[in-house]
Structures are given as structure tokens and as C-alpha cells.
């Protein structure tokens, strides 16, 4: 959960989760829709996928233990150097060197690395390990990434500060960018790749019940969550909505139903999403629908692995009917 994802937000899900998935076994034999749903408002769902598939193989292992060798550890869905260090080092106290990006900033600042980067890579992985307290490397390599959390931060490090709470840097006597004066130097910023514009149309539909219309979504932006119905925007023509035909035939979308409830922004990588939200009714004809549709109130959707996308547009068909009255 940590990976990409601030402490702040993980910290409330954390023991959500664990409840629910107390052992890999019980996340091994979980439906990936039940995990996806604990994973909503996360983001990076693939990280769900993988670390339920990750536990399938535990749950398989001899005693369902997750192994000790690191070139076993990743081997497991989801698990490269880094978790793999990290799960043994903490868990099991083995003597494996942690390099996280806050733990690649403190060693590029130590050392000043050249060429200065902020990529864990042979340097400084080897750097760590040779720092690496033996006897007790769970709590070094938690130490370590601490102090480039708090302390050592990419910018304003508290080499020096007192009384801020998180000062002075307990090793800024031997820290070589901080006796040249250079912390800001190292590492060197990565150069962030061009925003992407995406424009597309998001379609709250809802049944005489009130019930949502939610798809499997087959977007290239989040795929296999449950979303309403979203569709790449062409033509920025407020009436040229080509939902019905979009939809399977037994839909029946009541075209003069549709209004703009308002725009909503989503941020996926380096992708600026720009959503147009429309709501309006839609009649899903007789028997059963289609396995990629459902019709859910909006307490069903919490059982649903969705994207905080779908917070986002019903807040907005929520501000509409405010201002509708």
C-alpha cells in the first residue's frame, strides 16, 4: 500500500485490510472484486492484482510460509528488491540492505554520488549494504528510510534545524553534500515527462429505481473496475452524446434525460484527465443484464472495486441537484 501512495492515506486502510485478509491464504482464496474493493481510492490497482496473486503463491508454499531466500521472495507476483529486502529484513531480521527512494537520497547526499540520480541503482545498493547494522537490520533499514522520510527530505533537509521535531540529521557530520554546502544538489531532479491531456465523458445513469449503471470498465485507464459508463470525448459538442449506441441494445437511454452536472479532473500518472459528468435515466429492458453491467444503489457501491473517479462524479451530480433545487 505504501509503494507510491502517502502514509497519511494508507494509515486508516492498513488494519481495514487486515481484518479482512488476516492471512494469504484468506487473500489467496478472495474474489479479486472483494480485494479491488478494499483497494478503492488507493489508486495503482494493478498493486491489488498482484498482491493477491503474490498470496496465492504463499498460500501454496510448504506451511504457507513466505520464503527466506531472497531470489525466492522475487519470484512472488508484486515483490521486487526493495519489498523483498524489505519483508525480510523487517519480518525475519536477515541482513538485506532496504534502498527506497528516501534511502537513495540519503546515500546520493552522504556520498554525492555521481552522477547525482535519484534511482536506487548498483551504487548505491551496494553502498547500503555495507552500511547495513548486521545484528539488527530491520530496525536499521526502518532507521534509514526515516531519516530520508523525515529529515533528509528532497527539499529543505533539516541537516541542522533544532526545535522543528525532526532535527538535527543524526549523521550530517559525515554527510559529504552537506559539508560542501550541496544538499540541494543530490540527487538530481528526473526530468518529469510532458502532461498528457485526456478528455472523456462520464455518464451517471440511473433506473426509475435510482440505481446506478455501472460497466466493467475497458477504458485504457483503469481497467476491470466498476465504473459508470465512460467514453473518450471527440466531438466537444454538448449534444452530440453518443452514449445509447455505445451501450448494448437493451439499453434504452432517454437522450432528452441527459444534463451536464459539471467537470471533474483525475490525475493517473502523468495523464490529466478531464471528465465532462452527465447524468440522466436509462431503462435496462427485461431479465438479466449483461455480465459486464450492474445496477447498484449507491450503498452497493462500497462492495464494488471502483476508482475515486466515481467520488469525484457524484459529488458533482450531487452539487447539481443543489443547484437545481
Known amino acids: 500500500m505504501l509503494q507510491q501512495t502517502r502514509v497519511e492515506t494508507v494509515r486508516p486502510r492498513y488494519s481495514a485490510f487486515l481484518a479482512a485478509f488476516p492471512t494469504p491464504a484468506a487473500l489467496a482464496a478472495a474474489r479479486e472484486e472483494t480485494v479491488l474493493a478494499h483497494w478503492s481510492g488507493l489508486g495503482y490497482y494493478a498493486r491489488a492484482r498482484r498482491l493477491r496473486s503474490g498470496a496465492s503463491v504463499v498460500a501454496e508454499r510448504p506451511g504457507g510460509a513466505f520464503p ?12 521486487g528488491p526493495y519489498t523483498a529486502a524489505a519483508v525480510l529484513s523487517i519480518s525475519f531480521d536477515l541482513p538485506y540492505a532496504v534502498v527506497d527512494g528516501n534511502v537513495a537520497r540519503v546515500l546520493a547526499r552522504l556520498y554525492c554520488l555521481e ?24 530496525d536499521h533499514n526502518q532507521a534509514m528510510m526515516e531519516l530520508g522520510a523525515l529529515v533528509c527530505l528532497p527539499t529543505g533537509p533539516a541537516c541542522t534545524a533544532t526545535g522543528t521535531g525532526r532535527g538535527p540529521c543524526p549523521v550530517a557530520e559525515y554527510c559529504r553534500a552537506h ?12 526530468s518529469r515527462p510532458t502532461p498528457v491531456k485526456v478528455q472523456a465523458r462520464l455518464f451517471l445513469l440511473r433506473d426509475r429505481k435510482g440505481r446506478l449503471l ?29 452514449v445509447p449506441a455505445a451501450l448494448p441494445a437493451r439499453f434504452r437511454v432517454r437522450v432528452d434525460s441527459l444534463c451536464e452536472a459539471g467537470r471533474v479532473e483525475h490525475t493517473i500518472t502523468n ?22 453491467y450492474l445496477l447498484v444503489t449507491d450503498a452497493e457501491l462500497a462492495g464494488l472495486g471502483r476508482s475515486s473517479i466515481l467520488e469525484k462524479a457524484l459529488r458533482a451530480e450531487h452539487a447539481a441537484a443543489a443547484r437545481r433545487g
Not at 527466506?68 to 515483490?79: E, M, N, Q, W
Not at 559539508?179 to 528526473?190: F, I
Not at 495523464?271 to 449483461?290: A, E, K, N, Q
Open 179 to 190: 559539508a560542501a554546502g550541496m544538499t540541494h544538489r543530490y540527487p538530481a531532479r528526473r
Open 68 to 79: 527466506r531466500d531472497p531470489a525466492a521472495a522475487r519470484a512472488i507476483p508484486g515483490i
Open 115 to 138: 552522477p547525482p540520480h535519484d534511482r536506487p541503482g548498483a551504487r548505491a545498493r551496494m553502498l547500503a549494504q555495507a552500511l547495513l547494522d548486521p545484528a539488527h537490520p530491520g
Open 214 to 242: 455501472v460497466e466493467k470498465n475497458h477504458w485504457q485507464f483503469l481497467p476491470r473496475l466498476w465504473l459508470p459508463v465512460i467514453r473518450p470525448e471527440t466531438i466537444d459538442v454538448p449534444g452530440a452524446l453518443d
Open 271 to 292: 495523464h490529466r484527465i478531464r471528465l465532462r459528468v452527465f447524468t440522466g435515466l436509462v431503462d435496462s429492458g427485461p431479465g438479466p443484464l449483461p455480465g459486464e
